[in-house]
């Protein structure tokens, strides 16, 4: 009798610890924050595949920065972890014993937005090495990976955003401007001083000199930690070349890609709206269950939960999470993309629980002034789920 009372007893308690649970976050909903803004609140265990809580989940919310979550995981799932930013560096023409160079250096973009002034370094002692001294022609860039908009849909003309083209060098849309330079550094001249952007190949034949390779990790763990807008846009526009079957991509290539992802995970793209890959975007709108969902995808395939988690903030460790929740059970056990504009404020990711299972959680606050008051609930919200 006394096993089979101790039986039913632990088989209770996860129905205690949910009815707690949902008690707790019942009473964090009467906080007055609430009484002049919304919110949309979902909590799954995903050891138990269990919904754990629900509010407002289904309503759509813009979601500020938690949308890179759907371009990281997307990116993720169809380019993979090993995929790489490449620029490329070539030249045209034959070089003669005399080390001119009888045509043009050539570079061709790959939106990687971590070129810096020691990649243009190592682009102008390649071409030193390969024996060349004067440059007959000038310096082409293609910039065709995608359209010639430099600017996101659905972006605020005063945001103060990164400018988007493929070719980019130290953040700006500077790179033959710096590769000119560093040229000059090595000893390289080059005759033509017009820098020329085109979005077709050259007829005549190409010889590679060099390429800067980058790994797709390393751009979405500074998307992901310092919550770098320029990163997700990179990505977006990774994925949208990975799509587009015309000369360049477009946000809208980006866009259908995400929504293969939305059709994964069971959900009708329709019903949703994507428009950029960093959040940014006025446009932008979906629902805390489809996030949750998708972190759900994540969690259940492990070669995609090994690369998000370890790319997402720690709470009271690092990122954007560093000063929050140093002081509550959720210090450590919290890994979450935060998420920022004016009317919003948002928090997608995954908790640590007591007893060892991993929730995934969404909170969208929405009609936030200022996100102060919406952080610290948020932060009273993962403190709940970890204590």
């Known amino acids: 009798m006394t096993h089979r009372l101790l039986l039913i007893a632990l088989l209770l308690l996860p129905l205690r610890l949910s009815a707690s649970l949902t008690h707790r976050l019942d009473s964090l909903l009467a906080d007055t924050l609430l009484a002049h803004s919304e919110v949309g609140l979902i909590v799954y265990d995903l050891d138990d595949d269990t919904l754990l809580y629900d509010y407002q989940d289904d309503k759509l919310y813009r979601p500020a920065s938690i949308q890179k979550v759907m371009t990281a995981v997307t990116a993720l799932e169809h380019l993979g972890p090993d995929h790489s930013f490449n620029t490329t560096l070539y030249h045209?023409?034959?070089i003669t014993p005399d080390s001119l160079l009888k045509g043009d250096l050539y570079v061709v973009g790959g939106f990687d937005p971590l070129v810096n002034h020691l990649d243009m370094e190592a682009f102008a002692q390649a071409v030193a090495q390969s024996g060349i001294r004067h440059?007959?022609?000038?310096?082409?860039?293609?910039a065709a990976l995608k359209d010639s908009l430099k600017w996101g849909s659905g972006w605020c003309w005063d945001d103060g955003m990164p400018t988007l083209t493929p070719l980019l060098s130290e953040r700006t849309d500077s790179f033959l401007v710096h590769l000119r330079r560093a040229l000059m550094v090595q000893g390289v001249t080059v005759a033509d001083t017009t820098d020329t952007l085109v979005a077709t190949a050259p007829d005549s034949l190409l010889t590679q000199i060099a390429v800067c390779r980058r790994p797709l990790t390393q751009i979405m763990d500074r998307m992901m930690k310092k919550s770098d807008n320029l990163h997700a846009e990179a990505l977006f526009y990774q994925l949208a070349a990975s799509y587009a079957q015309k000369p360049y991509a477009t946000a809208r290539d980006g866009a259908r890609m995400i929504n293969r992802l939305i059709r994964q995970v069971g959900h009708q793209p329709t019903r949703y709206s994507m428009a950029d890959g960093s959040g940014v975007s006025l446009y932008n709108y979906l629902s805390p269950r489809l996030?949750?969902?998708?972190l759900r995808h994540a969690y259940h395939h492990p070669h995609l939960y090994r690369h998000l988690k370890n790319s997402l903030p720690i709470a009271g460790i690092d990122g954007t999470l560093k000063n929050r929740m140093k002081r509550t059970p959720a210090y450590r056990r919290v890994f979450a993309k935060t998420g920022t504009l004016t009317g919003v404020t948002s928090l997608a990711g995954y908790a640590i629980a007591p007893n060892g299972h991993t929730l995934a959680f969404v909170i969208i606050n929405q009609n936030i002034l200022t996100p102060r008051p919406a952080r610290a609930?948020?932060?009273k919200v993962c403190a709940t789920l970890c204590q």
């Open 92 to 94: 045209t023409g034959a």
């Open 135 to 142: 440059i007959e022609g000038g310096l082409i860039g293609n």
């Open 291 to 294: 996030m949750a969902d998708v």
């Open 377 to 379: 609930w948020q932060d």
